[in-house]
Every structure is written in C-alpha cells, then in structure tokens.
C-alpha cells in the first residue's frame, strides 16, 4: 500500500509559480513511479507528468513542458511538482499518483494509489 498526501495548491496570477508536493508514506520513492494528473470542471483527467526510478526518468505532457518540473527529494519522500509561468488554462484539482512498476505511461489507469487532490486556481 501507498499513501499519498499532496499539498502546496492555492491561488495565483496568471504568470506566477507554484510548487506542489506529494508525500508519499507505505513506500519509498525511489522504488515507485509517480504521476502527476489535473481535472479541471467537466474535463477528463489530463496527464501533466511522471517521473520514475530508471533513467530516462521524468516526461511530461504537452501543455505544461518547458513549464512544469517535476523532481525528488528521496530523503522526504517526496515529490514536487515545479509549476512556473502559469496560464488560467492551469486551473485545476492536481493529483499525484503512484505505481510499484516502473512506468512512464500518461494513462490514469496505470497507476494504482491516488492522493486528495489539491486545488490549482489561476487568475488573469
């Protein structure tokens, strides 16, 4: 089993910078693939990014590439999600997820454990 808890969601100006994280408990990080996903109000889950243990490690969807980072912090068990230049189109519920297989795959179903969710709002 993998808990997750994510945090670090708010509001902010189109142009700013968020940093979520997702703390993971059950499992360390460095054995897991995690995934970050959005819903935005009657929108389908949107795959933003994953990063797992083997490299090559971390991909991205289209729409948040070269603006969004994901990275790890094995020590906190934790991953972040680095939101920069941030668009009203990012305005959403961000979830993480996880996966005991190394995947990479911008699926939801790929992934086995979900978090709360946490509330992106951006305004222009």
């Known amino acids: 089993q993998v808990q997750l808890v994510e945090s670090g969601g708010g509001l902010v100006q189109a142009g700013g910078s968020l940093r979520l994280s997702c703390a993971a408990s059950?499992?360390?990080?460095?054995?897991?693939?995690v995934g970050w996903f959005r819903q935005a109000p009657g929108k389908d889950r949107e795959f933003v990014g994953t990063?797992?243990?083997?490299?090559?490690?971390?991909y991205y969807g289209d729409s948040v590439k070269g603006r969004f980072t994901i990275s790890r912090d094995n020590a906190k068990n934790t991953v972040y999600l680095q939101m920069n230049s941030l668009r009203p189109d990012d305005t959403a519920v961000y979830y993480c997820?996880?996966?005991?297989?190394?995947?990479?795959?911008?699926?939801?179903?790929?992934?086995?454990?979900w978090g709360q969710g946490t509330q992106v709002t951006v305004f222009s």
């Open positions: 997820a996880a996966s005991v297989r190394s995947t990479t795959s911008s699926s939801y179903s790929a992934y086995d454990y």
């Open positions: 059950g499992r360390t990080i460095s054995t897991i693939s």
């Open positions: 990063t797992r243990w083997i490299i090559p490690n971390t």
